[in-house]
């Protein structure tokens, strides 16, 4: 008997979850006085954060953002520090990039 509790307790959680969604999942729009469904395409898109590191030459210019592109992922990276070295400038860039599609972890 404890067992089909469980399983009930267990079935009635998902369907809660499914007949009660949290976060920002809204209904898709119905044309009034029907019960007509509207398919939506839905992108899931994963996001890293990714810190890059380039050495410019002094008769370089340093950019603020640069293109990142890499294993699936792209996005444009925001300069966040310079440190001057001997002959040139180690520059760090920073940024969120994104993945539509399968993409590594």
Do not use: W
């Not at 979850?17 to 509207?38: H, K, L």
């Not at 966040?80 to 969120?96: D, I, K, L, Q």
């Amino acid at each position: 008997m404890k067992t089909v509790k469980m399983s009930m307790v267990t079935i009635m959680a998902v369907l809660a979850m499914v007949v009660f969604p949290q976060g920002d999942m809204q209904a898709a729009p119905q044309q009034a006085g029907t019960n007509a469904q509207v398919d939506r395409d839905v992108t899931i898109q994963n996001s890293r954060v990714v810190t890059v590191q380039r050495f410019y030459s002094s008769n370089q210019s340093i950019p603020n953002t640069i293109r990142y592109n890499q294993g699936g992922y792209s996005g444009t990276l925001q300069r966040v520090s310079t440190n001057s070295e001997f002959g040139g400038h180690t520059v760090t860039y920073r940024g969120t990039v994104y993945c539509s599609g399968t993409c590594p972890i």
